[in-house]
């Protein structure tokens, strides 16, 4: 008892309340299908023409046999999150836990409804993301300067995590192939020698990604025969102008509200802080600081006016609205590259920082290429940035001694408190209506079923058309010749009561 603190017993209290948030999120769109005789039917065709995401159809398969099993696999997966970010960036900075939660916790709904409250976004975007860092947490003394040893037991399991970590989303599989060959090269140029285990993690993952890409479905995609994905064939510079400004950077950065803000004042704070410690430093450095401040600056004030305001045609003709916003986030993404290289004194931190960036620009570029993309795909990005945010407050505030844990620990219960009466609420009406479903599908002929609340943080929650439509059917066992007719929960509580 004498080595319970009252922070240990704080995250023991929000672990529990991960895994009530969890199990309160329902089951939708391809969760119906996975979680019936479909996702079967896809494992024994061997996912053939599907997709190579092995790993995560798999995962998804289990998941949606135990709403139980969903729970403590997500509450579980995204703990271990926060806990690798700690880890990885300052394990004596116990602050970093709180931080990082209180940023994935802000992160937009829209990325919310397709990745933490939709189970078959969960398994494919999410586990891939908490494998990768167990992965670079196990190789975290690179960026320190020091040499990584691993102890030979680990050869069989790292070759395991590579295979595995390779056959969820493809853009992290070319990702996770070139982090563990720029680990491969680096540590063998400071060592002179290869890390067995890091190799076999390479074998696996080449032996992964063969897996994962030999399926058919690629191919269907490079001859633009795929019912769903494309791969467009367009001039490649054109392409990805075309791309940038009509999604990415409104899902790399203009989605992230909370997020991109943080990073804004971080951005400002640490040049503020270099430019009053260094007087005399070169005029270029001097030049570069200044005008990476004044666009800071001024995209984190049209960042909040915008979010006050949805239509901004005081200022700009909303015809070149998404070009001057495409232009800002660009100069505003040099800006945190500039203030990183220049600011950041300790050569490790600096590293990391910029290995960070690099991986969000390695992870992005795929997308460019490949239809269609959401905010889904922009997940393990999200959580780069939550990673670099993070590191600039441990080097703001590594030589203080600051100790905001009850400022922190606040933050982290009422957001969590949101999600928990927003998903309860969620929870509330599926419940009634798995039960009224229950109750009235043997006899009757058309079934009137109330429409989730909150949709905007649930990725389909009702049936989109009549596909879906046969696939919740069979997720609830409802006969195909019951009419479903979905109303809103007012409407309906008012419909069956007469």
């Not at 023409?49 to 995560?56: E, I, K, L, M, S």
């Not at 300052?90 to 937009?108: F, R, V």
């Not at 909150?454 to 069979?474: G, I, M």
Request: hydrophobic content about 50%.
């Amino acid at each position: 008892m004498k080595k319970i603190t009252v922070d240990k017993i704080v995250k023991i209290i929000f672990f529990i309340l991960l895994l009530i948030l969890f199990y309160f999120i329902p089951y939708t769109h391809d969760d119906w299908a996975w979680g019936t005789s479909i996702g079967i039917k896809r494992l024994t065709n061997l996912f053939s023409n599907y997709n190579g995401r092995w790993a995560g159809n798999i995962l998804i398969i289990l998941l949606t046999r135990s709403r139980l099993l969903k729970s403590i696999v997500m509450a579980l997966s995204m703990a271990m999150i926060v806990v690798l970010i700690n880890k990885i960036i300052n394990k004596k900075n116990n602050q970093i836990i709180y931080m990082s939660s209180i940023l994935i916790l802000a992160i937009p709904y829209n990325i919310i409804s397709e990745v933490l409250a939709w189970a078959s976004g969960f398994a494919n975007y999410v586990i891939p993301v908490l494998l990768i860092l167990i992965f670079i947490y196990l190789n975290k003394d690179i960026f320190n300067g020091k040499t990584v040893t691993l102890s030979r037991w680990l050869i069989i399991p790292m070759m395991i995590l590579g295979f595995i970590t390779s056959l969820f989303m493809e853009n992290l599989t070319i990702y996770n192939l070139i982090l563990c060959l720029f680990i491969l090269i680096y540590g063998y140029c400071h060592s002179k020698k290869i890390n067995l285990c890091n190799l076999f993690y390479f074998i696996g993952s080449i032996l992964g990604s063969i897996l994962m890409f030999s399926n058919g479905a690629y191919h269907n995609v490079m001859n633009s025969t795929d019912f769903y994905r494309t791969i467009e064939h367009d001039n490649i510079f054109l392409r990805v102008i075309k791309v940038y400004f009509s999604s990415i950077y409104k899902l790399l950065m203009q989605n992230n509200f909370v997020l991109t803000l943080t990073l804004g004042i971080l951005v400002l704070l640490l040049i503020y802080r270099f430019l009053k410690k260094n007087k005399n430093i070169s005029l270029i450095k001097e030049l570069t600081l200044i005008s990476s401040e004044l666009i800071t600056l001024l995209y984190t004030i049209y960042m909040m006016f915008a979010s006050i305001r949805n239509n901004i045609n005081i200022f700009v003709i909303d015809k070149y609205k998404m070009y001057i916003e495409g232009i800002l986030t660009l100069l505003y993404c040099i800006a945190i590259l500039a203030t990183t290289i220049i600011t950041i004194e300790d050569k490790n931190k600096k590293f990391r920082m910029l290995f960070e960036i690099v991986s969000i620009v390695i992870i992005t570029g795929p997308l460019f290429i490949v239809t269609p993309i959401g905010p889904r795909c922009f997940f393990p990005v999200y959580i780069l940035l939550v990673m670099l945010a993070i590191e600039m407050v441990d080097y703001l505030t590594i030589d203080k001694k600051i100790n905001i844990n009850h400022l922190l620990i606040t933050a982290t219960f009422i957001l969590m408190l949101f999600y928990l009466v927003t998903f309860g609420y969620v929870f509330k009406i599926e419940t009634i209506r798995n039960n009224y479903i229950e109750q009235n599908k043997e006899n009757a002929k058309v079934l009137y079923l109330p429409e989730l609340l909150f949709s905007q943080y649930l990725h389909c929650a009702n049936p989109v058309n009549k596909s879906f439509e046969n696939k919740f059917k069979s997720f609830y066992k409802i006969d195909n010749k019951i009419e479903l007719v979905f109303m809103n929960y007012g409407e309906w509580k008012e419909k069956v009561n007469n």
